[in-house]
């Protein structure tokens, strides 16, 4: 089984996908990570140079490549479920989880982060109220589950999601994991 993390830039995904693949005993994988070693460069620096769209297009290709995988955890990037392609592959393909963080919770913890192509802009909180609007349903019809991100420590989130796993029959009840 393939589990895919989906939310907005700075809600956990690559951490709580880490920690999760740590306690599943299964490989890691980061769309952005395994974008930027495809092109040789940082997704800030393709995504300023070649613009969104085409960004996108990799993306897809590298997604519609990771969801095939027959086991694993695979954190996404924040846009990740703007193309309908990526929806239905990760909806498909994954036990999708969705780790919603409230707009003001992402500003506190990104506003030092330069990293970020989407909050390289004046008013970075707008922005981030903007894309949750945006994207939240999108992220909520690909989930299979959805997670309160809040303020708990990733190793909380991760017990809560191997919860949900096992509350849905996906692992053994009391596995241990």
Do not use: W
């Not at 190793?155 to 996906?170: K, P």
Request: net charge neutral.
């Amino acid at each position: 089984m393939i589990t895919s993390l989906v939310g907005l830039p700075g809600c956990g995904k690559s951490t709580v996908g880490r920690q999760l693949a740590r306690r599943l005993q299964l490989p890691f994988f980061d769309s952005d990570q395994v974008i930027e070693q495809q092109l040789g460069c940082s997704v800030r620096e393709y995504f300023e140079r070649e613009g969104e769209d085409r960004f996108r297009d990799v993306e897809e290709a590298v997604i519609d490549q990771l969801s095939q995988h027959p086991q694993g955890v695979l954190a996404t990037g924040g846009g990740v479920v703007l193309r309908p392609t990526n929806r239905q592959h990760l909806h498909q393909r994954c036990q999708v989880v969705y780790l919603n963080s409230s707009p003001e919770e992402l500003f506190r913890r990104l506003r030092y982060d330069q990293r970020r192509p989407l909050l390289q802009v004046a008013d970075p909180l707008s922005r981030l109220r903007d894309l949750h609007a945006l994207r939240d349903p999108l992220y909520r019809e690909t989930a299979h589950f959805i997670i309160e991100t809040g303020r708990p420590s990733v190793a909380t989130l991760v017990n809560t999601i191997l919860m949900q796993f096992e509350l849905a029959g996906l692992l053994p009840l009391n596995s241990g994991v």
